[in-house]
């Protein structure tokens, strides 16, 4: 007869056991590399840790209550294994890659490493897993309970301690067992090679008992058949009419996304894998031990309902059957099976859990408002295993206050799938994580939250149905009286099972804001490379799996940092060259240490070496948080080298702009004082000969005696300034005219020479006129130039009649020369007069500048060499000042020769 | 040998219709065709009333007025101002300079010959 005390001692020995166990094998594991500890054996027994005393008692009561339906929650991961196993190697290898520590982890690092993500995840699988904890909590009590019977030698020292004070003392218990276990050591990549190998033992521990009982039952009961007749007389049959309906689907798909998604599975699957090909074996060795699991689940679940009385708890046959027979070592063989089953999932939930709660809740709050003086190693790991004992206790403070709520209830089964439907809500953005490139943080973000809002509305919250008569009427109308907010009947949705229905709307809004929001929203820099890194874990798979440099740069982290330095097209450009140059598709191009070297030189033109280097190192040391820092400087820095170049732009425009303005004001207001000068000086040239005309005339009008030679003078110095007047106003009129480019002529070619002779002709008079020599120097022969013939004509003769007129010299002497050089056709004309001072030289081009003296006689308006310069200017040539043989001004004609 | 008018006058035409006129008025006239040269001959001549061309060669007839009003000997003398620029700002420079009378070419006769009176008639009153 077992009792109550044997089997709690028997239970504390066995955890001694296990501790042993996983003291050894984690020395084991870390002395030797190669030891079974690291084989695909150990891998697939501890990713049975799936199977918890939900499947070693639950599934028999299921079996017992639902016939088949037990099955589904085997046949979920099955398919998994078997048929997606490529999804459960992309996992592993993008976890190993991204040093992933959890599912919280997983989908924050994808989702642009938000905290806020990881945070939201973790919280939810903290509450979504309390009901699981509190299964298992609820299984241990039963188990002993159902051992220590109603007898008073069975319950021994646990006479007087109700279920919750003993399931209080099994869930410390447990949170003491887990601190021990789990948190001896903080490890960089999380992997627990001691508490896997004692999950691996109990995974043995509890198959075999399984197994013994199973075995028992087929024995005792006479083979599988007579058990199904003889259940089959007594009216128990399989009921197989509810199978394939929607709750049966629901469970199917809820523990697909459970093997997936569920803390312990990942912790065992991806995060504790040490070699991504413990996948293959696992792909068929686990299905094969769940086979083995369920087996016997329904010889014994008919076999229970055909021999145990009426009302006993079908969830405890396993336990019961043997006692019945009196075969008190196999029943304490199967409370050890069961024992088993309820640790390894407790130990490895919590641990996963409490990971969770540890790095992405309390360290960041840490961080957040410590001092920094624990800064060191040291500190940080203490602190981080402070943080980890208080997250199990508070694990299974939940459990048990789940289950102290809920203990009225006693199916197991239901109470599992509840927290499956509640982790099941991260599976949409597991897997758009791995294959939907466009899924964005606030998507995952909403579509997590959103689906765990339903989840506590349709699934949670009507688990207290029976605890709380508050949720029971809310329940049956609704907030409010609001009858399609019901938990179970949302929006009208009435008849279906609920779990199926909690499961439909929560997945199906959850998948729906998923999809929406993803494409409604952008991403951030930072989530477009995770997402890739995600995405396209195999195409960038070469560099880590051929070398295996871990955190080795990838040519796509280069290019993102390139790209926000140099620019897109010279990123490209760039990279575009090196894979021609090593021959390989831009694509699949892996950095040489020499390209990195040389795309450093090309950053450090942008950014200077140093942040260069600084930058260029961290992606290719592959630290994964500076990376984020990086892009972040690598963004800000572009920014503001486009700013500041804008800048520069813009007010190099302004500038010019500016300067536009300012060279057009000059010039306008240069040609607004010109023209005032212009007529100031007109008006001035117009006035003089008019103010002898007036005054000679009124001379003559008034006074009639003056004697006939006076008035003979008179008249013809009227009639003089009359002439001076109308050539000044010529004059005025061609300068005009040949400035505004109109009395224009067709240049033609012309004889030069002739037209000096011309000149030198015309001239002839005015130059015996003032006894003036003329000295011919060298003579050009006939020379062919384009203009026109009067015009140059017209230059000379003002040129020689100026040289005439402002000569004061008592011998006045003129200087001609013309010639040919270098293509052009010079003519000075020089003479000993006065000559020009420093001072005039700029002015005497200007229009009505006469000579130094200012000297009146000579007739001259001061247009002469104005309208000189500009004949000469349209024969594209040119009239200078130059030093000439005599002391006096020589001005020099040049005309370019016609060939 | 003390004189009416000093013409200076660089214009020959309008010289010799300045110099018929005021000697038809019945004064006795002298006249230069320069800045410097007026200047030398107001001292020299000292003349009762000057008649001053602005654009002068060698030195402007603003010139030759700033010099004779600095002057404690010259500063008295009656000055006519001609001139054929008639903008309004040879005029305010004339005022500022302290000429007497600002005649523009072309000029009436008349006009010359009777401010010429009155510089006189003032010039007797005064001295």
């Known amino acids: 007869m077992l009792s109550a005390d044997f089997v709690i001692a028997t239970a504390v020995g066995y955890v001694g056991l296990l501790f042993v166990l996983a003291y050894f094998g984690d020395r084991r594991a870390r002395t030797h590399k190669k030891s079974f500890l690291h084989s695909p ?3 697939t027994l501890s990713i049975s840790v799936y199977c918890t005393s939900w499947t070693f008692y639950g599934a028999v009561g299921n079996a017992a209550r639902s016939g088949l339906e037990f099955l589904t929650i085997y046949l979920g991961p099955t398919l998994v294994f078997v048929g997606w196993w490529f999804l459960l190697r992309r996992l592993v290898r993008i976890s190993h890659l991204q040093r992933i520590t959890s599912v919280a982890d997983l989908l924050s690092s994808r989702f642009g490493k938000s905290n806020r993500l990881a945070v939201l995840v973790t919280c939810i699988a903290v509450v979504g897993i309390a009901p699981y904890i509190a299964l298992q909590l609820k299984a241990v009590t039963s188990s002993i309970q159902a051992v220590a019977g109603s007898s008073e030698f069975g319950q021994g020292s646990l006479a007087g301690i ?10 410390a218990g447990m949170a003491l067992f887990t601190i021990l276990f789990g948190t001896r050591h903080v490890d960089a990549k999380e992997q627990h090679h001691g508490v896997v190998a004692a999950i691996a033992f109990e995974a043995v521990v509890k198959l075999a008992a399984l197994v013994a009982v199973g075995i028992f039952v087929v024995y005792v009961g006479g083979g599988f058949e007579n058990i199904f007749s003889q259940a089959a007389e007594i009216g128990i049959t399989m009921d197989a009419e509810n199978t394939f309906d929607a709750r049966w689907l629901t469970t199917l798909g809820l523990s697909v996304a459970a093997i997936v998604c569920l803390p312990r599975q990942f912790q065992v699957t991806v995060v504790e894998n040490s070699d991504e090909n413990h996948l293959r074996v696992a792909s068929w060795a686990f299905p094969a031990y769940m086979l083995l699991m369920s087996l016997f689940i329904l010889p014994i679940a008919v076999f229970g309902l055909t021999r145990m009385p009426a009302g ?9 059957l043997p006692m019945a027979f009196g075969q008190d070592a196999l029943a304490l063989f199967a409370f050890i099976g069961g024992f088993s089953s309820a640790t390894s999932m407790i130990i490895l939930e919590s641990i996963a859990l409490s990971i969770m709660v540890s790095n992405h809740i309390i360290m960041p709050l840490v961080l957040r408002y410590s001092s920094g003086g624990s800064g060191d190693g040291q500190g940080m790991s203490r602190m981080l295993l402070i943080a980890r004992r208080f997250s199990i ?3 299974l403070s939940l459990g048990f206050f789940y289950f102290f709520f809920t203990r009225d209830s006693d199916a197991l089964a239901p109470i599992g799938l509840i927290s499956f439907t509640a982790i099941a809500q991260f599976f949409p953005a597991v897997i758009a994580a791995l294959f939907w490139r466009d899924a964005s943080l606030k998507a995952a973000t909403a579509a997590i939250a959103a689906g765990f809002v339903f989840w506590v509305w349709c699934s949670f919250l009507p688990s207290f149905e029976s605890v709380s008569p508050r949720i029971a009427l809310l329940m049956s109308q609704g907030p409010w009286g609001i009858s399609w907010l019901r938990p179970e009947a949302m929006f009208g949705l009435e008849g279906l099972d609920p779990l199926a229905h ?7 809004i959850n998948v729906l804001t998923l999809t929406v929001v993803s494409l409604l929203t952008t991403q951030s820099a930072l989530e477009r490379i995770q997402a890739s890194v995600f995405v396209d874990v195999f195409k960038r798979g070469q560099v880590a799996r051929g070398n295996f440099v871990r955190g080795s740069a990838t040519a796509n982290d280069l290019f993102f940092v390139a790209e926000r330095v140099l620019g897109e097209r010279r990123a490209a450009a760039l990279f575009e060259a090196e894979a021609r140059e090593s021959g390989v598709d831009p694509d699949m191009l892996e950095p040489s240490p020499g390209f990195i070297g040389r795309l450093e030189r090309e950053l450090a033109g942008s950014i200077g070496a140093a942040s260069a280097h ?11 948080v500076s990376l984020e820092e990086m892009m972040q400087m690598a963004d800000e820095t572009q920014q503001v080298i486009e700013y500041s170049q804008q800048l520069e732009k813009t007010s190099a425009e302004l500038r010019s702009t500016a300067q536009q303005l300012e060279d057009a004001n000059v010039q306008l207001r240069e040609l607004d004082s010109q023209k005032d000068e212009f007529l100031s000086q007109v008006s001035h040239e117009v006035r003089t000969p008019m103010t002898s005309i007036r005054s000679f005339s009124e001379i003559l009008l008034d006074d009639q005696d003056i004697d006939p030679g006076q008035r003979q003078h008179f008249v013809s110095t009227i009639h003089q300034e009359s002439l001076r007047l109308t050539k000044l106003l010529d004059e005025i009129l061609d300068l005009s005219a040949l400035e505004r480019g109109e009395r224009a002529w067709d240049n033609v070619p012309i004889d030069a020479e002739a037209a000096l002779d011309r000149a030198l002709t015309v001239c002839e008079a005015l130059l015996r006129q003032r006894g003036m020599k003329v000295q011919l120097g060298e003579r050009a022969q006939r020379t062919m130039v384009e ?23 008592d011998t006045p002497l003129l200087h001609i020369s013309s010639t040919v050089r270098a293509g052009s056709y010079v003519v000075d004309i020089a003479d000993n007069g006065p000559g020009i001072g420093k001072r005039e030289r700029k002015l005497i081009f200007e229009k009505f500048w006469r000579g130094p003296g200012g000297v009146a006689d000579q007739g001259g308006a001061g247009l002469g060499l104005a309208i000189s310069r500009q004949i000469i200017a349209r024969m594209n040539g040119s009239l200078d000042l130059v030093q000439g043989p005599l002391p006096g001004a020589c001005f020099r004609v040049r005309l370019t020769v016609l060939r | 040998m003390a004189i009416d008018v000093l013409i200076a006058e660089d214009e020959p035409s309008i010289l010799e219709s300045l110099d018929f006129i005021l000697r038809r008025a019945g004064w006795t006239i002298s006249a230069v065709t320069d800045g410097d040269a007026a200047l030398d001959a107001v001292r020299r001549l000292k003349p009762r009333v000057l008649v001053l061309d602005v654009m002068l060669p060698k030195r402007s007839g603003f010139e030759v007025l700033k010099q004779i009003r600095a002057d404690v000997e010259t500063r008295a003398l009656p000055v006519l101002i001609l001139t054929a620029k008639g903008q309004q700002q040879d005029r305010r420079i004339a005022e500022e300079f302290g000429a007497d009378v600002f005649v523009t070419k072309p000029y009436a006769n008349a006009d010359v010959v009777g401010a010429v009176r009155h510089l006189l008639g003032r010039d007797a009153g005064t001295s």
């Not at chain 1, 109700?162 to 099994?170: H, N, R, S, Y």
């Not at chain 1, 600084?614 to 994964?624: A, D, F, N």
């Not at chain 1, 203009?787 to 010299?809: E, H, M, P, T, W």
């Open chain 1, 41 to 43: 054996a150990v891998y």
């Open chain 1, 162 to 171: 109700d279920d919750v004070g003993l399931a209080f003392g099994i869930a």
């Open chain 1, 312 to 320: 006993s708890n079908p969830d405890m046959f396993a336990l019961t």
């Open chain 1, 393 to 395: 206790v508070l694990i």
């Open chain 1, 502 to 508: 909690a499961a439909f709307w929560s997945l199906s």
């Open chain 1, 614 to 624: 600084v930058m260029l190192s961290k992606v290719v040391s592959g630290s994964e």
């Open chain 1, 787 to 809: 203009g026109d013939a009067d015009r140059l004509c017209q230059v000379f003769i003002n040129l020689i009649s100026n040289a005439v007129k402002y000569n004061d010299s």
